[in-house]
């Protein structure tokens, strides 16, 4: 449902393309929307479900013990060889083994790494700020994003390679894999009860693990069903909610996002609402509403006139592009202070007939590279892009650099914000 947004994901060198991963195919076939928003949302429910599954059972080996039988020893990358070359049909006898051979050694303690690392790079793109070490440590947040995908490919062949392989270990393995038994030996060296025994540990694996199956898919009817709350599910709704009271949670106003040297020329361009009508900026006005409601007019020049702040950061869009960008302005914590605003729990922003309003944070609206900018890569904003003020806030997504800045509002009550109405995260915070 997300991939659609930023074409990058395909097969190629430079310009030429071998194969694109989600052509327009790809979602007719299998019946998906082309729904950022919801697939954002889901994406960010089932991220903790993923994650504290995996926790849970990498606690579960270190606790069980279970780990020895696991871990690949030394002589495992040899084993696992001979173990391919039986499995390829080149070789008759296979290594000793323990409960896994040295080839489902490497294989499931590779899934586990492979787990952390899907944490790892998931946690870099969704928070490349607040966590810029992580994503610096990982190539920079667009490579972390290609890792990430990548390790989901892995996960994918895995399965696809796993399934394919109990099928081909036959039906009592199968079994063994469900019930967490096994019959070994002959038949007649067996004890006459153990037959009896693992069928009905057969029967009541199945039952546990399709009661599993069945209990997965309801939920998932449940969840896709609810009433919808600002455009997307409740419970997704709530869960975005949650996950933005975390990370204001761990906000830290002194770390910022990191520099990289100025830029000159034009930037993408995204997003035209409210952009239409020309623009004075020598005449240009602010309605600026206090805490308290009270209301003035503020003379543009005169904002201009504050100590300028020049920053050049990584922008990132939500539907998944970034590039590297200039701005140079005055920031809002001096324009706060110079005009005696007080601090108010939010700040909304709206273009000159709100056609196009967001809702930010105080914190993150006093963040040192939150800026009221006029300038863009070195030349004066163009209307396009905002003029004659914009707002330059690297914490969070381009959402939220809302473009000609027509009206500021201070309030304890959160204003509304045009994408979080329509299904997006209200506190889109990197
Ligand atoms: N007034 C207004 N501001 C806006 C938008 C818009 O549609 N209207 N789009 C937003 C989005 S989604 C992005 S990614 C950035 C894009 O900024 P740029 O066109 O300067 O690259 O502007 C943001 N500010
Ligand atoms: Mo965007």
């Known amino acids: 449902m997300i991939y659609w947004a930023n074409p990058v994901y395909r097969l190629g060198a430079g310009g030429f393309t071998l194969f694109r991963f989600f052509p327009d195919r790809f979602y007719a076939v299998l019946g998906l929307d082309h ?10 429910f089932v991220g903790w479900l993923f994650t504290l599954n995996g926790l849970a059972y990498v606690l579960y080996l270190a606790v069980s013990g279970e780990w020895h039988e696991l871990l690949p020893e030394k002589k495992s990358w040899r084993e696992a060889f001979d173990v391919l070359l039986h499995d390829l049909g080149l070789r008759r006898d296979l290594p000793p083994a323990g409960k896994f051979n040295a080839a489902q050694r490497i294989a499931y303690a590779g899934v586990v790494l492979m787990g952390a690392g899907s944490v790892a790079t998931g946690l870099a793109i969704y928070k490349p700020v ?34 394919a392989q109990v099928m081909r270990a036959g039906w009592n393995n199968f079994r063994s894999m469900v019930t967490g038994w096994e019959l070994a030996g002959p038949p007649e060296s067996r004890d006459p009860g153990a037959a009896p025994a693992m069928r009905r540990m057969t029967r009541r694996g199945f ?21 919808e709350e600002r455009g997307t599910p409740w419970p997704l709704r709530k869960n975005l909610e949650a996950n933005g009271k975390l990370w204001g949670a761990l906000f830290r106003c002194g770390h910022e996002a990191p520099a990289y040297p100025p830029v000159l020329g034009r930037a993408r361009l995204n997003g035209d609402i409210g952009l239409d009508g020309a623009v004075d900026p020598r005449g240009w006005t602010l309605d ?30 939500i539907e998944g592009w970034s590039q590297v960008m200039s701005f140079a302005g005055v920031r809002f914590s001096e ?27 105080m914190d993150s609206m006093l963040h040192p590279q939150t800026l009221l900018v006029d300038e863009m890569n070195g030349a004066p904003l163009t209307p396009e892009h905002g003029a004659p ?12 650099h809302l473009k000609r800045i027509a009206a500021i509002r201070l309030s304890d009550e959160r204003p509304p914000d045009y994408w979080a109405e329509r299904g997006y995260d209200w506190y889109a915070g990197l």
Do not use: N
Not at 133 to 147: C, D, H, I, S
Not at 389 to 400: E, N, Q, S
């Open 35 to 44: 729904w950022l928003a919801k697939g954002m949302a889901i994406h960010f």
């Open 130 to 163: 607040q966590l810029s070490p992580l994503a610096g440590l990982l190539g920079g947040y667009e490579r972390a994003r290609l890792e990430h995908f990548w390790l989901m490919l892995g996960f994918a062949a895995f399965f696809v390679v796993h399934v």
């Open 207 to 227: 039952m546990t693990a399709g009661a599993a199956a069945a209990i997965g898919a309801a939920g998932w009817g449940w969840l896709l069903t609810r009433s």
């Open 288 to 317: 600026v509403v206090d805490r308290d409601g009270r209301a003035r007019s503020v003379a543009l020049r005169d904002v201009l006139t504050l100590p300028r702040t020049a920053a050049t950061i990584e922008f990132r869009c």
């Open 335 to 361: 324009f706060m202070e110079h005009y005696g605003l007080r601090r108010a729990r939010y700040v909304a922003l709206e273009t000159p007939k709100r056609e196009y309003y967001v809702s930010i944070d």
């Open 389 to 400: 003020l914009r707002l330059l806030i690297p914490v969070k997504y381009g959402i939220k």
